[in-house]
């Protein structure tokens, strides 16, 4: 760090003394920041789902229809891929308090490339969507396009929501590499952990968004339609 | 002689020999602090300028210098960096770095490298800003707001604007977090909530709408980057979109800016009142609560913006009637510095004349305000000069002045020098004058019905463009003198003790000024409160070796 921190004392009028917080090694600190980080997530998706909401009440049938032509199968194993992956990430969290950093390190891994599976299924379903002619500036969803309008407003924000989520889990792996790198470098440890803390974290908040993209996109037309494309 | 921040700094990245290096490292909040009011000057005049050249074509009816589209870029360009790059970053990234910190008795923000990586962010920010004059068709046209569908539809650079804007918010984001947490955290031991200084509570309230409202304001950009890229359909009625709805997210945000702005603007009155009225200040907890109340109802008015553009009666009747509501925390504010001063003994140093004339002009913007609050008053003013005027009132007459108050109130304790009185004094009458005569025509004007955002106007506006445009001229030769002031001040101006205005709070109590490196050489602790007077003296003393109390 640099610059070592000595907790220094304040003492009052009756001489008694109190410890001062320093910037420096203030895990609860840490934690808090990131907490609050993540609040401004929820705030950003937050006002793509009141856009969603929005147009759901001007369009609902076109909505449902739409949402009857997502791959239920493909977004389902998804969520639980990311629900599992929720589930290690949490665990190596657990090894590392617990002193195990091996196994917390092999939680990461697992993580990491349950992570992986869900982009590539992810791909999948774009590109499936793709030949369907269903794709930012393709086919269906130019203006001209005969599509009714609250379909191409749903595919639209579809692709942005799954898109912008898509590019969390990218970043994630990529704070997943740089914790495994931090933890062989000794940086982070039973003592250290708050990195890890908060990478935790925010792969909760990661899936949480998930929990509420799945059921609106995928499940709103799941009653009236055959599923799949 | 113990050394300063001027001599010391931490780095981010090891421990580079050259000053210069020293200072683009820098994780110091105080250098952090000057170096966003440097670069922050610098694009103030640029928008500046700007305006200038708008007045000039402004000046008679026709065209003269500029045509219709130069002038639409003109005034986009002046907003945007107006507002994005100067105010709303404004006072937090200049006094929020450099003295909420000295306030709480910490020795840094939370994060220092997080706050080195949001300088250089807002940099970032700035530089795409600006790429976007030359690049391609040139800046947006589409003035601050960039309101679909004609942001969706324009040839000019709207997305690099765009961007910028994203960026910026994202530095604002990130400054707001890490003050959050630097309130909660690191405030000397003994100094509950309520024995903030008032500048912190106003940091403390904008915090939290910077980290709740900017992210909204984000994804809208991203959504109109994504629509201009990918056409997704948004905000397009081509495809069904809505473009009501870029309106309405737009505002969640942009309204809650205005607090975001004015807020620790009102801080630095509080401060400033109480010190040179010598004494306590009135209503300390109305004042503090009224920020976080501001804060709160201030997310629930954006609507008015929207009278015009399509809404039911009663959610106009609603919005219109929220805020409303929000005027009465701001009047609280206002009857508590006025009873702080009413038998006070006053000090007219510059500081407090810059505050008191601020009383004036401020209240000018916030009645006007109140005018076309009421639904039927703003279908006929809305998008007048008359709003231009109300907006200039509040934002430039208000926070820009008050920042200007506040540059003249910690100007020793950040320099450690002092600038010549008199001439401070003359340069506050020459914008306060030349402001006046700038702004108020235009409220006359508006009335009659001059549209905003021409460049071209009936022969019968002329002469308030013209007063306008002398007022214009007496106000930014002041506002140059008053740079100029400064400037001599820094550099040859006599020393100054760490406590020049016999002020209370604990960035004035410091062992040396400018402060050491480490801030207070000693953390003291708060038994107090923040504004003690008696007979027009400061209650509590400090030996400064061991920071006890000596009073
Ligand atoms: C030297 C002082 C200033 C002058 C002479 C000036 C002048 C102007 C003029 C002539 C316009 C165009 C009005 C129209 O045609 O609608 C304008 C717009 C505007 N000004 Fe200023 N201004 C000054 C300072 C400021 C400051 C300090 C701020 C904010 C911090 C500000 C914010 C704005 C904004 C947001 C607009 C609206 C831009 C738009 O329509 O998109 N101005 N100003
Ligand atoms: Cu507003």
Redesign the interface.
């Known amino acids: 760090m640099?610059?070592e921190y000595v907790p220094?004392i304040?003492?009052?009028?009756d001489g008694n003394e109190?410890?001062?917080?320093?910037?420096q090694g203030?895990f609860?600190?840490g934690k808090?920041?990131f907490w609050?980080?993540m609040?401004?997530?929820v705030?950003?998706?937050?006002?793509?789902f009141?856009?969603l909401a929005?147009?759901n009440t001007l369009?609902p049938q076109d909505f449902l229809d739409a949402s009857a032509s997502l791959n239920r199968l493909l977004g389902g194993t998804n969520t639980v891929i990311l629900l599992i992956s929720a589930l290690t990430m949490g665990l190596g969290l657990l090894r590392m308090r617990a002193g195990d950093v091996k196994g917390a390190k092999l939680m990461i891994w697992a993580t990491m490339i349950l992570a992986v599976a869900f982009l590539v299924i992810k791909g999948f379903e774009w590109t499936a969507e793709y030949h369907h002619g269903i794709f930012?500036?393709h086919d269906k969803?130019?203006?001209e396009s005969t599509l009714?309008?609250?379909q191409?407003?749903f595919f639209?924000?579809y692709?942005?929501m799954t898109g912008?989520h898509g590019f969390h889990i990218i970043i994630g792996i990529g704070l997943m590499i740089w914790l495994l790198k931090r933890i062989n470098a000794g940086k982070v440890s039973t003592e250290h952990h708050i990195l890890h803390w908060n990478i935790a974290l925010y792969w909760d908040i990661v899936h949480l968004i998930w929990v509420f993209v799945f059921p609106y996109y995928y499940m709103i037309g799941a009653g009236g339609a055959t599923g799949g494309h | 002689m113990s050394k300063t921040y001027f001599d010391e700094t931490h780095c981010a990245i090891g421990h580079p020999k050259s000053t210069f290096m020293q200072w683009m490292l820098t994780i110091d909040h105080k250098r952090i602090g000057i170096m966003y009011a440097a670069v922050m000057f610098v694009f103030f005049f640029v928008a500046v300028f700007t305006a200038f050249a708008m007045r000039l074509e402004l000046f008679a009816p026709g065209g003269q210098y500029m045509d219709g589209d130069t002038f639409n870029q003109a005034f986009t360009l002046h907003g945007v960096i107006m507002i994005f790059l100067f105010i709303i970053p404004g006072i937090p990234a200049v006094f929020g770095n450099i003295v909420m910190p000295l306030m709480i008795g910490a020795k840094d923000v939370s994060f220092p490298r997080l706050n080195w990586f949001t300088f250089w962010l807002y940099i970032a920010g700035c530089c795409i800003a600006l790429a976007s004059l030359f690049i391609g068709e040139g800046v947006a046209d589409t003035g601050w707001t960039f309101y679909a569908p004609y942001s969706m539809n324009t040839g000019t650079n709207v997305i690099m604007a765009l961007v910028a804007a994203f960026v910026l918010g994202f530095a604002s984001i990130l400054t707001g977090l890490n003050f959050l947490v630097t309130i909660h955290r690191l405030r000397a031991p003994g100094m509950t909530f309520f024995k903030m200084p008032l500048f912190v509570w106003g940091i403390y309230a904008t915090a939290w709408i910077q980290l709740l409202a900017t992210p909204v304001v984000g994804i809208t950009l991203v959504l109109a980057i994504l629509e201009k890229y990918f056409g997704i359909g948004i905000f397009d009625p081509a495809k069904g979109g809505d473009p009501v709805l870029f309106q309405h997210l737009f505002w969640i945000y942009s309204h809650p800016a205005v607090y975001l702005m004015i807020l620790p603007a009102f801080g630095i009155m509080s401060e400033i009142i109480p010190t040179f009225s010598r004494k306590e200040v009135f209503g300390y907890r109305t004042i503090a609560l009224s920020s976080a109340s501001i804060a709160g109802i201030g997310y629930l008015v954006w609507g008015h913006h929207l009278y015009t553009s399509g809404m039911s009666d009663i959610a106009k009747t609603v919005f219109s009637f929220l805020t409303f509501f929000v005027a009465i925390p701001t009047g609280v504010k206002f009857y508590d510095w006025v009873a702080t001063m009413y038998q006070g003994k006053i000090v007219l140093s510059t500081p407090m004349i810059w505050a008191l004339g601020t009383i004036i002009t401020f209240a000018i913007g916030g009645i006007t305000g109140i005018t076309i609050t009421m639904i039927g008053m703003d279908v006929h003013l809305q998008d007048t000069y008359y709003t231009v005027a109300h907006f200039h009132y509040a934002i430039l007459g208000g926070v820009v002045f008050l920042m200007f108050a506040g540059m003249h109130y910690w100007f020793p304790l950040i320099t450690g020098k002092m600038y010549n009185e008199t001439k401070a004094k003359i340069a506050f009458y020459l914008n306060f004058i030349g402001f006046n005569l700038l702004w108020f025509p235009m409220f006359i004007a508006g009335y009659y019905g001059m549209p905003r955002r021409y460049f071209d106007y009936l022969p019968e506006f002329e002469i308030y463009h013209q007063i306008s445009f002398i007022g214009a001229v007496i106000f930014i030769s002041g506002l140059i003198y008053m740079f100029w002031v400064f400037f001599k001040g820094w550099t040859k101006g006599e020393a100054t003790t760490p406590n020049p205005w016999n002020a209370t709070t604990l960035e004035w109590h410091l062992p040396t000024s400018p402060p050491p490196l480490d801030n207070h050489s000693k953390v003291p602790y708060v038994d107090f409160d923040p504004y003690e007077y008696k007979h027009g003296e400061p209650v509590v003393k400090f030996n400064y070796e061991t920071m006890q109390r000596i009073d």
Not at chain 1, 10 to 13: F, K, L
Not at chain 1, 43 to 48: I, K, L, Q
């Open positions: 640099g610059h220094e304040a003492i009052d009028r109190h410890e001062v917080q320093g910037w203030d609860y600190g808090l920041g609050l980080f609040l401004t997530e705030m950003m998706f937050g006002a793509m009141l856009a929005y147009y369009h930012l500036m969803l130019l203006p009714p309008f609250g191409k407003l639209g924000l692709f942005s912008l």
